[in-house]
């Protein structure tokens, strides 16, 4: 029987984020429900410290969810406190990503 008749993707591994330092207030956070909102996030992340801005990325052509979000705290410290006291926490029934978000020096050069 061959994987993926289902119509799933046949036999792709779990892509897991790789977990990004932090090293700047800016923060990625994944796997967000879809009904989250940048209000839910603003609340959930003042927990932890002062949250400047917080941004779910949506589609342009219907304003739906990524499912994915970019928050920005005031310090690196309340962002670093923010990934050890969010990681993997349930949040609206889905267990959150939350990692650095990427910076331009992260990218490979060629």
Known sequence: ??????????SRP???PEAIEVTSPRLYVGNLSFD???????????????????????YRHNQRS??????HMQTVDEAKRAVDELHDKEFLGRKLVVSGAKTSEHQPRD
């Not at 029987?1 to 046949?10: K, L």
Request: charged letters at 20%; a neutral charge; aromatic letters at 10%.
């Open 1 to 10: 029987m061959q994987a993926g008749r289902n119509g799933t993707q046949p």
């Open 14 to 16: 779990a892509r897991k």
């Open 36 to 58: 989250a909102t940048e209000s839910d996030l603003f609340e959930l992340f003042n927990g932890v410290g002062h949250v400047q801005n917080a941004e779910v990325v949506s």
């Open 66 to 71: 990524k499912g994915f979000a970019f928050v």
